[in-house]
């Protein structure tokens, strides 16, 4: 027996993915500790709140509400980016995740802004009648984001572009689906939800994850370095 297979399952996840995963854990444990600390300081508030802090834009992608969110995320990783680690190295992989990660963060925060400058709009054209506006105002203000699920969602889109004709069984349900139907049925979803609103998940942040991860594929494969 190699040392490899010694290791264990743990062992055997790829270095940057197994390293992710031990540090989304650590911010939990912080987080279940002391809530109000970690989320002030490290979760992400748009620029314009009293909360916000320019390192949230990479902490935030380490930060998870509840375990439930943490396991699914960091399962979903395993899972499609585990492949893309030793196709791409731990280098190549790393740069992906990040920047479908901050590229995910500049869409929820685009919308943010969209929704902030509504808001004013109405608030300085209605005054004192529109204390429904300006409760929103003070919610978007003083709500932190966090989660990986805009990387992940890029890591899913990568998945389904390079290897688009793999088939995937969806959990608790007895279909299967060609990867890049899968890709495509979940940006729908987003889009759609993200478009009819509430609820406390950033849709959009989630489509930025994917839309980055496009393009940042489609520019890898231009100048023939997709696979180096």
Do not use: C, D
């Amino acid at each position: 027996m190699n040392q490899y297979n010694r290791g264990g399952f743990f062992a055997s996840i790829p270095f940057v993915i197994r390293n992710i995963i031990g540090i989304n854990a650590l911010m939990l444990i912080l987080t279940m500790i002391n809530r109000e600390f970690m989320l002030e300081n490290f979760a992400l508030f748009f620029p314009a709140s009293q909360f916000f802090k320019p390192w949230q834009i990479i902490t935030h992608i380490f930060m998870h509400g509840n375990f439930g969110h943490l396991l699914f995320n960091m399962y979903a990783l395993w899972m499609f980016g585990s492949i893309l680690e030793q196709l791409w190295g731990p280098k190549k992989f790393l740069l992906y995740y990040l920047v479908t990660g901050l590229g995910a963060a500049a869409m929820h925060m685009g919308v943010q802004w969209i929704e902030a400058s509504s808001l004013v709009k109405e608030i300085n054209e209605n005054g004192m009648e529109a204390m429904g506006a300006l409760s929103s105002y003070r919610m978007l203000m003083n709500t932190p984001t966090v989660g990986a699920s805009g990387a992940v969602y890029g890591i899913l889109l990568a998945y389904g572009m390079l290897f688009p004709n793999n088939e995937l069984r969806i959990i608790f349900l007895p279909i299967v689906l060609k990867a890049k139907y899968f890709v495509i049925i979940f940006a729908v979803i987003e889009l759609i939800l993200g478009l009819v609103g509430g609820g406390n998940i950033a849709h959009f942040a989630h489509l930025g994850g994917m839309i980055f991860g496009f393009f940042l594929v489609r520019y890898w494969r231009k100048k023939n370095r997709l696979y180096y």
